[in-house]
């Protein structure tokens, strides 16, 4: 992959004709330097992602002022000069992965390039001029090949869909990419005007733009933290209760991808799983997950009010009502109508909450319980296919029959481990070290969610 790579953007610099500037031309050789510093510098002032370990930089900013001021290939050397000092000389990285950051990196630059000039973009220092169709193209043309590869290249390693990678990588930073792409507009015009003064008042809005991207990326890891929160207390309550959570998490993630839900989706259904116990640290239901006997019809009213209960507390979190908090306290709805707490049916039930109610059932099935073993995966089938239309939705039921990894999760073995496998490592507006996927954990033995089911009754979680 990486020979492909470099054969191509060594396409990019041989095929072109090189409209290169004499030596003799110190303004033009003085702008080329200033703005391949300047791509360094914001190279090396870059922000790391949470998914797959993902880095970002707003090092196109400059790099796209290069190709409105300077003709190919230079504006490709600049990007290649940026990518592989930032690679091995800030992050470090492998000699193979920085080869790999700095072609891909050329790649989108050149290719970029190539599109702004064949649309007729003008090209030159002597005076400021802009088109706006052919900047359009080229920040859509880059943006394309630099996220596109990182997402290939993520979900080639990872076993993550390429819809998802696309759709993770870009995010709500897409507007971002916008706004700091425009400043290379502004950036040309000052340097036209002012030569190096120029460039250098364009460092405030620079550091602004890097900031917006900041200030995303701790948004999601603020909602992430308050999760955790949660489940820690959850755990401190019933350790056995946030193994349960997690583990329902993992299926309710794999089960709504396997639907091929949108992003935003898995992740709402994925949180809402987590977190679908969370109003059992209330007191009222210490002494109930306790009992060791079955519950009596009053303990079982109390019980069934941890939906309602969970759903109170997540609803404190803003960014958790809606479609969170809906799945929360739905969770126990069956299709038929015949669920709690408001016997809701069918279509009517939120699907993140018919996803849990399955994803929940299925870890009641797969672990031991104080009364029987854990079921073998045909077992978990027979039964899921036995009460698919009236507490599971068929779809849903099918689509986890169906699933391999539901199935991988369920077969992992006892002991939670985390396991890494290497990506190649990219540069520009992102770079991917390594992506990490967790198996599910231990099966502990306790009780069930509402306790009552018999052997041969409906599996309930």
Not at 113 to 142: D, E, H, K
Not at 175 to 186: C, F, H, K, R, T
Not at 200 to 209: C, E, G, K, Q, T
Not at 275 to 298: C, M, N, Q, T
């Amino acid at each position: 992959m990486i020979l492909c790579v470099w054969a191509f953007a060594a396409f990019l610099l041989i095929v072109p004709t090189w409209d290169i500037a004499p030596w003799a031309n110190q303004g033009y050789w003085n702008g080329v330097a200033i703005f391949t510093v300047t791509a360094i510098l914001c190279d090396a002032w870059f922000l790391k992602v949470p998914f797959a370990n993902l880095h970002s930089s707003i090092a196109f900013v400059p790099l796209f002022a290069a190709v409105l001021l300077f003709p190919p290939p230079v504006p490709i050397l600049m990007s290649g000069l940026t990518a592989i000092i930032g690679d091995t000389l800030v992050r470090r990285k492998p000699a193979q992965r920085a080869l790999f950051n700095t072609a891909q990196y050329m790649v989108s630059i050149g290719l970029g390039g190539a599109v702004y000039t064949a649309l007729g973009g003008p090209v030159g220092l002597a005076r400021f001029s802009f088109s706006f169709i052919p900047f359009a193209a080229l920040v859509v043309v880059f943006f394309v090949i630099n996220q596109g590869s990182v997402a290939l290249a993520v979900a080639l390693s990872s076993g993550i869909t390429l819809r998802e990678t696309w759709d993770r990588i870009g995010g709500g930073a897409r507007i971002y990419d916008v706004l700091a792409s425009s400043l290379s507009i502004l950036l040309v015009y000052l340097y036209v005007k002012l030569l190096l003064p120029g460039v250098v008042i364009l460092v405030v809005p620079l550091f602004l733009v890097r900031q917006l991207y900041q200030m995303n990326q701790q948004l999601q890891e603020e909602l992430e933290e308050k999760l955790e929160l949660m489940v820690k207390a959850i755990e401190a309550r019933d350790p056995y209760t946030s193994g349960h959570s997690r583990r329902v998490a993992e299926y309710a993630g794999a089960i709504a991808r396997d639907l091929q839900l949108a992003v935003k989706e898995v992740d709402a259904v994925k949180r809402a799983a987590l977190l679908h116990d969370v109003g059992k640290i209330y007191e009222e239901f210490a002494p109930l997950l306790r009992k060791e006997d079955k519950l009596s019809a009053e303990e079982r009213i109390v019980m069934e009010t941890h939906v309602t209960r969970s759903a109170e507390l997540v609803g404190v979190v803003s960014k958790l009502r809606g479609s969170v908090l809906e799945a929360i306290r739905h969770h126990h709805e069956n299709y038929d109508g015949t669920g709690y707490p408001d016997g809701l049916s069918g279509e009517t039930i939120p699907i993140g909450a018919r996803i849990i109610m399955i994803a929940d059932t299925l870890d009641a099935m797969t672990t031991d319980r104080p009364y029987r073993k854990a079921l073998g995966f045909e077992q978990v089938v027979s039964e899921l296919r036995k009460y698919s239309g009236r507490q599971f939705d068929p779809r849903i039921a099918d689509v986890l029959i169906k699933s391999t990894a539901v199935r991988r999760m369920i077969g992992a073995g006892e002991a939670e481990q985390s396991s890494t496998t290497p990506v190649a490592t990219f540069a520009g507006r992102f770079a991917v070290e390594r992506a990490g996927r967790v198996s599910s954990g231990h099966y502990r033995k306790s009780r069930d969610v509402v306790l009552s089911a018999p052997k041969s009754g409906s599996p309930e979680s």
